[in-house]
């Protein structure tokens, strides 16, 4: 059973709009929530992380919220850009620092100039 | 960028045959994971080790074995390839001092079995 889910495969935006990814989750035990950003042909980069005692995290373009109620989170790209075309994976980690990490199987987000 | 290598980069191999991945990293990091990314199921955790000779199975775990003998190295084993491993092989290590530390991943083997 999936516990982490990413119901969209793919999003188009026009460059400049905002990208809007989601990520529900089933498992209540998850307390830490990563994305990542992969490019064809390497490995995914780090890109933006959440705990759950917080509702928002910011680093410039990138905003990730957390609706723990809902068992949802969204990362918000503004303004996009072409360079941020690529697959973008949610995770989680469960209670007291679980060392593994369970992901969705991602959102292929394409920015069009 | 963390430190991470993986050998080889590509592989073709036939079926029966045993295979044998490398991850090695610099960054003396205590965690070390492999992982297998198939088109609709995102990253799936194969093995990982949380230190020198300690490791533990992750959600597809059948048919693969690995190894830890040195921190910086972490191998994977089919000791059998089949056709239904053919897949892009992620390493990743973590220094987990904290519970929100993150997973830093290599660049990837993409293995072909026929």
């Known amino acids: 059973d999936q516990q982490v889910k990413q119901n969209s495969p793919s999003l188009s935006v026009q460059e400049g709009r905002i990208s809007i990814l989601n990520c529900d989750y089933t498992?209540?035990?998850?307390?830490?929530f990563l994305w990542y950003k992969k490019y064809p042909a390497e490995g995914p980069t780090f890109l933006i992380s959440?705990?759950?005692?917080?509702d928002k995290n910011e680093d410039g373009r990138f905003t990730v919220f957390l609706n723990k109620s809902a068992k949802h989170l969204s990362l918000h790209i503004v303004p996009s850009q072409p360079g941020d075309s690529a697959v973008y994976f949610c995770?989680?980690?469960?209670?007291?620092?679980?060392?593994?990490?369970?992901f969705g199987k991602g959102t292929k987000l394409t920015v069009n100039p | 960028d963390a430190g991470i290598t993986q050998s080889p980069r590509h592989k073709v191999t036939e079926t029966g045959t045993p295979v044998t991945l490398r991850c090695h990293q610099t960054e003396n990091h205590r965690y070390m994971y492999w992982y297998r990314q198939d088109p609709g199921h995102g990253l799936r955790l194969i093995h990982y080790s949380y230190g020198v000779k300690d490791t533990d199975k992750g959600e597809v775990s059948d048919g693969y074995s690995v190894s830890r003998s040195k921190t910086e190295d972490f191998l994977l084993t089919l000791e059998s390839a089949t056709s239904s491993q053919t897949s892009v092989y992620f390493c990743?290590?973590?220094?987990?001092?904290?519970?929100?530390?993150?997973?830093?991943f290599g660049p990837g083997t993409r293995l072909t079995v026929l």
């Open positions: 995770a989680a980690s469960g209670q007291g620092g679980s060392e593994k990490l369970v």
């Open positions: 959440i705990s759950s005692i917080k």
């Open positions: 498992n209540s035990m998850f307390d830490y």
């Open positions: 990743a290590i973590s220094p987990r001092s904290t519970s929100t530390d993150t997973q830093y």
